[in-house]
Structures are given as C-alpha cells and as structure tokens.
C-alpha cells in the first residue's frame, strides 16, 4: 500500500486572511463587491466567513489587487496522510488513485489525469 500526502485548504484561515489582506489595503466589502462586478457581497463574506473559496479567477483577481502571490492568500491545513490502496510500481500511480481527505476517490482528478496521459504519447507505456 502506498501511502500519500494530500494538501487541503484551510478555509477558516484563508476567510481571516483574505479579512487581514482587505483591511491591510484599504478595502471595505463593498469597495470588493464592485471591484468583482457582484449584485451582493454575499460571496465576499462566504470567503471571509470560510464558507466557501473564491473561484480561481477570483482568486487571481485578489492576488493581483492585494499585490500578493495566491499562495498568499491561501492557508493549507496540516497534510493529511492517506492510504490510497495501491502498491507503489509507477511514481506517480498516487495521481490516478488521488482521494480526497474523507477517503473517497476523487474522480475527477483521476479522469482529468488519465484523458491527459491518453494525449502525452512519451507517458503511455509507463501509465496505460
């Protein structure tokens, strides 16, 4: 069995980062609320309150407003080892068995990876 290190968002602390950023450059919610074009600043407090994330454009969006990296914005939770049930033959085996913190497989990741090794022609003979 091969075990992993699979890195999660803290979204409790991103929601107080993106707080201590917005203050730190002068913004009130509503200033973000149009900056993004919103109706409501309803997703502004979701980020901050760590109900949900900014959407990677979003995301982007504030990095660039902030004058940070994203990875200034974000915060990772403590790595959560996990077993992924597979033996360790391929390197990279873990990317097409990758499973979410909560243990079930992330499909998603899973196809996005395969579809991907299906167009790489030099990665076939190690992952098909």
């Known amino acids: 069995m091969t075990q992993v290190l ?6 409790r602390a991103t929601g107080e980062n993106i707080i201590r950023l917005r203050k730190a450059n002068g913004f009130t919610v509503r200033q973000l609320q149009h900056y993004f ?11 901050q309150q760590g109900k949900c994330l900014p959407s990677v454009d979003n995301l ?3 990095s660039r407003l902030f004058g940070v ?3 200034e914005i974000l915060v990772q939770s ?3 080892l996990i ?3 597979q033996s360790d033959d391929c390197p990279l085996h873990f990317l097409l068995t990758a499973k979410t913190p909560t243990g ?3 499909r998603k990741t899973s196809n996005l990876f395969r579809g991907f ?11 098909v």
């Open 60 to 62: 982007f969006a504030l």
């Open 6 to 11: 699979f890195p999660t968002i803290d979204l």
């Open 104 to 106: 079930t497989q992330n």
């Open 83 to 85: 077993d992924n049930g």
């Open 37 to 47: 074009g919103f109706d409501e600043p309803q997703a502004i407090y979701k980020w």
């Open 69 to 71: 990296s994203m990875n």
């Open 117 to 127: 090794i299906k167009t790489q022609s030099f990665l076939k003979p190690l992952f």
């Open 78 to 80: 403590q790595l959560n």
